[in-house]
């Protein structure tokens, strides 16, 4: 897609939802240099959502859809989880099919996408909680990952099923006492980001979303890198405030709390080789770009 | 004014002409050829324009599935992977087909069984998925024989459901279940089924359409909702999520949705008759005695017939060509005049007469058996046993060269 298809004719302009009026005169499509800024001023970005207040599910996605490096023509996959209660008020295409099967699903409509579009660039990216991504979905996470799907694959790390109530999930810490752990759970929290290094992931990072920035970041990386190499995995994340008993003031600083050196939540990445040579050059190239542009703009004001 | 975006009569990259499927199928001529079932299913997909085919083995399908691998690397199909389990492939599909891909896959007992959680998504989906069922035994003790009980729970999935007798009924109506299943007022999935070995592995005279011709391709676009591939803007679609049930508008909204899929189903209706040539095909409609039947049932039920009409007892055949849309009127209407209906089946609970008890009136006509199950074969005899048992016709039937 790009913007121009979403032109709406200028006769009818007037009498179109707010809504579209809105998208066509300050979407942030076709822009190359989006990111977390623009939020707030664009209407393809969240503006509600469903999520509990102040859970940070929903600052993770605010960032997550203002850095799709080219959401024109991005499509998402969700699972069932409290993720699934945004996706309704985001404008790009997603599905929610099952729970568990996002990677089964993202493997598909690559393939798919690759067929029907052989010029054109797509993204496809998964986004998930930790229950869909490593307990029940943890065979098509992995399944995808061994055969080098390019696309990238978000988890939510809430530490646990947040949609049914909080019960124990894999990427839950040991010893924490949960529905469905009477006495604690008894293994250690599934070491995933490991497991997709191993697996063929070529980008992995392990972070939380307390930074606007670094998420901005790590999404570009993760998105450029699934579409030139192949899959990426990124873990956030996303505490589940209700759950752990915070209120809703209370997530970024558990966020920060988690993320200190010697935390589980320490910013942890991991690039292939191949990744790195690509990653260099997209900042060669954008260095360029941003020369030349300067160059133009002091040309314009001399 | 012609139609200046049809692909009618240009070739794809391997040389075959996109032909109109009506004359593809009624007028093009025919070749005959003795093939397995597996390899007309290879056949009938060399010719379907597919874009996405995802396989997983389980008997008796793997042959198929391993055929339309060599399509893939003959250059005939998009793409072709093998999948992590029959939920992956079936998921695998769902991408694919939101995508905007024609799809294919196939499967078989506990396949189709580990897979359930996905067709009534790929309905709810309206995702024109075609899926072929080389049906054989769910159940423990493990066998891989044929069996159709895996039918019956496709029955209530929202798919289209189809029951193949022989390979020629395959050949034709893979590529004519695209026709259907991809009309934008039905634009549902078809599970095209058979029974597994019976069909699969016997080899038969299969009249085939030329090889050098193939489907139209599938237009996403005309799909009744969204193609997932952003060539469209996306709406937001409600204020509410979804799951939220005490929001009034959002339950009707599911409500009435699930009566739109079993509505497409009806609407399917029209599209099958007209492609399969009715939903069901008679013989001796006016006969005391039918046999109702679906799959390789009808073609046990047509020999019992001929047994018996060599014993001067006259028996008619109504053979259900598509379980879902359920020909209710036509069956009706067939079985009016019988006094007494027998329902072969392979499989042990007997779902097809239990649908054929609440379709007529006076149910109690209807005779639910023989069954074989288990994967067993179904010998003529038994039927004609069944019959002359029931209705006091018999003297000393010995089912002829089957000791025990
Ligand atoms: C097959 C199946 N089993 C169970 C459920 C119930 N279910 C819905 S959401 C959910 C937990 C989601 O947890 P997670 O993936 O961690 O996401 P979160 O809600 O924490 O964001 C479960 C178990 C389901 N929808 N489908
Ligand atoms: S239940 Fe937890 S994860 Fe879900 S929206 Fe509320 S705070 Fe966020």
Redesign the interface.
């Known amino acids: 897609?790009s913007k121009e298809?979403?032109k709406i004719s200028e006769d009818l302009f007037d009498i179109m939802p707010s809504?579209y009026q809105d998208?066509v005169k300050s979407s942030t499509y076709g822009k190359e240099d989006r990111g977390w800024k623009d939020i707030g001023t664009s209407k393809e970005l969240i503006e509600?959502h469903?999520l509990c207040a102040g859970c940070p599910e929903s600052m993770a996605f605010r960032y997550i859809l203002a850095s799709l490096p080219n959401p024109?023509?991005?499509?998402m996959?969700g699972s069932t989880g409290c993720t699934?209660?945004?996706?309704?008020?985001?404008?790009?295409?997603?599905?929610h099919?099952?729970f568990g099967?996002q990677n089964?699903?993202?493997?598909?409509?690559?393939?798919?996408?690759?067929?029907?579009?052989p010029d054109r660039t797509?993204d496809v990216v998964v986004l998930a909680g930790d229950g869909a991504t490593v307990d029940i979905g943890l065979?098509?996470t992995l399944?995808a990952w061994f055969?080098q799907e390019k696309f990238t694959t978000i988890c939510f790390d809430n530490e646990l099923y947040a949609n049914t109530g909080g019960q124990e999930s894999g990427l839950m810490q040991k010893g924490f006492v949960a529905k469905m752990a009477p006495v604690g759970k008894l293994f250690e929290k599934v070491r995933l980001p490991e497991i997709a290094r191993e697996s063929g992931c070529h980008y992995v990072v392990n972070c939380t979303v307390s930074k606007p920035s670094l998420v901005e970041k790590v999404i570009r990386n993760a998105v450029h890198i699934a579409r030139e190499i192949g899959p990426t995995y990124l873990q956030l994340y996303t505490p589940c405030i209700l759950e752990i008993g915070k209120n809703s003031m209370e997530g970024l600083q558990e966020m920060r709390d988690s993320e200190k050196p010697t935390e589980r939540f320490a910013y942890k990445e991991y690039v292939s080789e191949p990744a790195k040579q690509l990653l260099a050059e997209l900042a060669a190239k954008d260095k360029e770009r941003k020369a030349a542009a300067k160059q133009l703009a002091g040309q314009a004001t001399a | 004014m012609a139609d200046t975006r049809s692909v009618i009569g240009t070739q794809n990259k391997k040389g075959q002409t996109f032909t109109d499927t009506w004359k593809m199928m009624n007028e093009a001529p025919r070749t005959p050829s003795f093939f397995t079932g597996s390899e007309v299913i290879k056949e009938a997909l060399r010719r379907a324009s597919c874009?996405?085919m995802?396989a997983y083995p389980i008997t008796p399908q793997s042959e198929a599935a391993a055929l339309i691998g060599e399509l893939f690397a003959e250059g005939y199909i998009?793409?072709y992977?093998r999948?992590?389990?029959e939920?992956?492939?079936m998921?695998?599909?769902?991408?694919?087909?939101?995508?905007?891909?024609r799809?294919f896959t196939t499967t078989a007992g506990p396949g189709t069984m580990r897979a359930m959680?996905?067709f009534p998504?790929w309905s709810g989906?309206r995702l024109p998925i075609q899926m072929i069922v080389t049906c054989r035994g769910i159940n423990s003790p493990l066998s891989i024989q044929p069996d159709t009980l895996e039918i019956a729970y496709l029955l209530n999935t929202g798919m289209l459901v189809w029951h193949a007798e022989t390979a020629q009924d395959f050949f034709d109506w893979i590529l004519k279940g695209y026709m259907v299943s991809e009309e934008p007022d039905v634009h549902l999935p078809l599970a095209l089924c058979c029974d597994g070995f019976f069909v699969t592995h016997t080899k038969d005279v299969v009249n085939l359409t030329p090889a050098d011709m193939c489907l139209p391709p599938y237009d996403p676009y005309r799909s009744p909702v969204?193609c997932?591939?952003?060539?469209?803007?996306?709406v937001?679609?409600?204020?509410?999520?979804?799951?939220?049930k005490s929001n009034y508008i959002s339950y009707a909204t599911h409500a009435s949705w699930q009566q739109e899929i079993w509505a497409a189903v009806e609407r399917s209706r029209k599209h099958s008759i007209h492609w399969l040539d009715g939903l069901i095909d008679t013989e001796n409609t006016d006969a005391d005695i039918m046999i109702v039947a679906s799959g390789t049932a009808v073609s046990q039920g047509r020999e019992a017939i001929r047994l018996l009409e060599e014993e001067g007892v006259r028996c008619g055949l109504v053979k259900v060509k598509t379980l879902r849309p359920w020909p209710e009127e036509e069956i009706r209407e067939a079985t009016k005049n019988a006094k007494h209906i027998f329902v072969p089946e392979f499989n042990v609970t007997g779902w097809l007469a239990k649908e054929i008890k609440a379709t007529i009136p006076n149910h109690e006509r209807v005779h639910a058996g023989p069954h074989v199950c288990g994967g067993m074969t179904m010998p003529p005899e038994i039927i004609v046993n069944e019959i002359k048992t029931t209705l006091g016709l018999h003297k000393s039937f010995v089912m002829a060269g089957r000791g025990s």
């Open positions: 897609m298809k979403i809504d998208l509600q469903s024109e023509d991005t499509v996959v699934s209660l945004v996706f309704p008020m985001v404008a790009v295409h997603n599905i099919s099952l099967n089964a699903i993202a493997s598909g409509l690559k393939r798919a996408l690759s067929v029907r579009f797509k065979d098509m399944q055969r | 874009d996405v995802i998009g793409d992977f999948g992590e389990s939920f992956a492939v998921s695998q599909c769902a991408g694919a087909a939101f995508g905007g891909a799809v959680e996905n998504m989906a969204p997932m591939d952003m060539e469209c803007p996306p937001r679609m409600m204020r509410d999520p979804f799951v939220m």
